[in-house]
């Protein structure tokens, strides 16, 4: 049976700039619930970044990875550093064992609301005019 659902994105494929909704389980995420920025979501994705490491990442190297691609990058998208922030945290996709296997190294960062709570707007920083 196949099944489509217009708002659904594969978790692979999400562009900087999306919003979308975190899915309930973590386990193996494959896609997301996206929505306009302007509209209530979770979450949006503010950097794309390959994986740099040889092996597969455990949460060690991931965490390393992410302090060193990920968080300089939120404050330039966001306009506050990742320490500043109060109400925003970092959360990232990375492929599945079967998806690394495959070469698929592509680490999604985004930011969230810390206490979960549902944004309303983006989180990107209004560029100066």
């Known amino acids: 049976m196949l099944w489509a659902v217009r708002d659904n994105q594969s978790a692979a494929d999400l562009a900087i700039g999306t919003c979308f909704d975190q899915p309930a389980s973590t386990a ?27 092996t597969y990442p455990i949460s060690l190297s991931l965490d390393s990875f992410i302090d060193t691609a990920c968080v300089p990058v939120f404050a330039t998208y966001v306009g506050e ?5 109060v109400d925003l945290t970092i959360g990232y996709f990375y492929p599945n064992r079967e998806g690394w296997d495959s070469g698929d190294r592509t680490v999604t960062c985004y930011a969230l609301r810390a206490d979960d709570a549902k944004l309303t707007q983006s989180v990107k920083v209004a560029a100066a005019s």
């Open 81 to 85: 550093t990742f320490d500043e922030s």
């Open 28 to 54: 193996d995420i494959s896609t997301v619930t996206k929505h306009a920025c302007t509209e209530a979501h979770d979450a949006e994705v503010f950097h794309v970044a390959e994986y740099t490491g040889s």
